[in-house]
């Protein structure tokens, strides 16, 4: 027993150095973000300082540069894109992740990596194709279109996590509830929601994520009336070197949603990380 | 990984009903009814393109010269694969994603194994460790390109003069190391994300079996050796080939750091410029094509092996 405890605090305890170890990667890695935010409350003078002023006045002026340059269309559509391919996703994945789970078809473990596969055709090979569709019909520049791709961007995702999760719900509960038809509602709410809430949260989540992220297709087939906010942050791309705090606070601004939903949503994290594979 | 196949009772594959193949069909139809919507429309919006982009790559067609258009056999092929552009997209391809796959997964098992031990502030710690995996990309690569790297008020070269004075070297990191610039930038992206999936291997370790281990004698090497890293080996290869589909694409880090300039141009870069720019859909499709060719060989590869790994997990 005493060589089991001290073999724990051994372990546990760890000593300083690592600790303050995991403490300086953590400030290393947190850091550019951090001068990010710090810069953008700088003027633009005391952005383009070197050595840097980290004392300097702090100043709202990137900001309400940024917001003169209109990003609030882009912004919106972001939210519209992003918001509404993720309601569609999870529409689409949870009857398919059931048919894959609970009451699976046949070979559903070919139909499962189908959806997996599907991830690794690489985007740019069917952008053409669907560039020249969204042409002839008179669909470029349309948010709806955004919102499709995205949508078929993240449904083998959500697919994969749904699943995973679903397939923890204790199938014999499910069937002898549904032979007695009063109780299914009751063992849908007591039984299957614990479960699969915390998937749709999660799968929501990196979908949110991703879709919101999303540069190429939004890039090439959307313009002016369309446009997303990393499609407007391109606009920073060259010739801003006068503008550093400008592009620190666009960049903040457009980071923030993702930003404060990943924070608050950690865990769920992880598990749409690893397509539900991990809980 | 609770990612079981095969078999479990009450939930396996679909159990023919005995009377008749009518009723069969019909139990099946009722089974793939939830599954068809997504199933079609993955179809349609992800398949169908690529028939296509199939049949143009076989094509000539140019939009600047609409009147040429016709079939070209495998003309556009060969003058994408003897093209050196090309060539060097491939090779740029392969470093690019080799390079921040491997270094981040090093990196995030080094970071998760720190994190793996209770110490003050480790909620903050991993927190602090999150936050670039939810910069947006573009606005990572802005931060890299203009706040850190830029040769004359990037923070690198501010931190130089800080420490050596005014004579301090100020190089012009993109222009010096430009590949190296977007893997760096892309690497402290994707650390977190390798990290947060090998922590959570890490925490799923069945610690009694460690600890036994220990009393019997074993030193922290021979535990990270020979009951960590396998216990480890799924979470690894998941988290290697989900960040591998993900950064052999990356078009936004490219882009925005060097606009594909300065020999950083990978392959969905120069399709898009192809594409966009130069408007040969033609040569652009046969090079779509080799990509995806490219990829499912490795794909191929990295689908057997994670699924032979969902399968070994049967019956736990």
Request: aromatic share 12%.
């Amino acid at each position: 027993m005493n060589e089991r405890s001290e073999f724990i605090s051994k372990r546990r305890g760890g000593g300083w150095a690592l600790s303050g170890l995991a403490w300086i990667v953590g400030i290393l890695f947190v850091l550019p973000v951090v001068w990010m935010l710090l810069t953008s409350f700088h003027s633009e003078e005391d952005a383009a300082k070197n050595p840097p002023d980290l004392g300097a006045p702090l100043t709202l002026d990137g900001y309400r540069s940024f917001f003169d340059t209109g990003p609030w269309p882009s912004i919106a559509n972001s939210l519209t894109a992003s918001i509404l391919s993720t309601a569609l996703v999870i529409l689409l994945a949870f009857p398919a992740a059931y048919a894959l789970s609970i009451r699976p078809v046949r070979k559903w473990t070919d139909v499962l990596f189908f959806f997996l596969s599907t991830k690794m055709l690489p985007v740019v090979a069917g952008l053409l194709p669907i560039y020249l569709f969204a042409q002839s019909v008179g669909f470029l520049d349309n948010i709806w279109l955004l919102i499709i791709l995205y949508t078929s961007m993240n449904l083998p995702i959500a697919v994969w996590m749904l699943r995973s999760f679903l397939s923890e719900v204790p199938v014999e509960i499910l069937e002898a509830a549904s032979v007695d038809g009063a109780n299914l509602t009751r063992t849908l709410r007591s039984v299957v929601a614990p479960v699969v809430t915390p998937g749709i949260a999660s799968a929501a989540l990196i979908c949110f994520i991703f879709s919101w992220n999303e540069l190429l297709f939004a890039r090439v087939l959307t313009g002016t009336v369309a446009q997303t906010a990393p499609v407007f942050l391109t606009g920073f791309v060259t010739s801003q070197g006068l503008f550093l705090a400008k592009v620190c606070a666009a960049s903040i601004v457009v980071s923030l949603p993702v930003l404060i939903a990943g924070f608050a949503a950690q865990d769920k994290l992880v598990q749409g990380l690893s397509l539900g594979a991990v809980k | 990984m609770s990612v079981d196949t095969e078999t479990r009772p009450g939930r396996h594959a679909a159990q023919p009903p005995p009377d008749g193949t009518m009723m069969r069909k019909a139990g099946d139809w009722a089974r793939r009814g939830p599954l068809l919507p997504a199933l079609i429309f993955m179809i349609i919006v992800t398949q169908l393109p690529f028939v296509v982009t199939i049949v143009v790559s076989f094509m000539d067609w140019n939009a600047y010269y609409p009147d040429e258009r016709g079939f070209a056999g495998v003309d556009n092929f060969r003058r994408v694969l003897t093209d050196a552009n090309t060539r060097h997209a491939i090779w740029v391809t392969i470093l690019l994603t080799a390079g921040v796959v491997l270094i981040s997964l090093v990196l995030g098992l080094l970071i998760a194994m720190l994190l793996d031990r209770k110490f003050r502030g480790r909620g903050a710690v991993r927190t602090m460790m999150i936050t670039p995996f939810l910069v947006v990309p573009v606005a990572a690569a802005l931060l890299w390109k203009h706040a850190l790297y830029n040769p004359t008020y990037g923070l690198f070269n501010g931190v130089l003069k800080w420490l050596f004075g005014d004579n301090a070297p100020q190089p012009d990191w993109i222009s010096n190391q430009p590949l190296w610039s977007i893997i760096f930038a892309l690497v402290w992206q994707w650390t977190p994300f390798m990290m947060l999936i090998l922590l959570a291997g890490l925490q799923s370790r069945p610690l009694d079996v460690i600890e036994a281990a220990g009393i019997d004698g074993a030193n922290q090497w021979e535990i990270f050796r020979y009951m960590t890293l396998p216990h480890l080996r799924q979470y690894l290869e998941l988290s290697a080939l989900l960040g591998s589909i993900y950064v052999v694409q990356n078009f936004d880090a490219v882009f925005t750091i060097t606009s594909g300039g300065l020999g950083t141009a990978n392959l969905p870069y120069t399709i898009y410029q192809t594409f966009y720019t130069a408007h040969d859909y033609g040569r652009a499709s046969a090079a779509g094509v080799i990509v995806v060719i490219g990829t499912i060989l490795i794909a191929t590869f990295a689908l057997r092996s994670v699924s032979t790994l969902f399968r070994e997990e049967v019956g736990r």
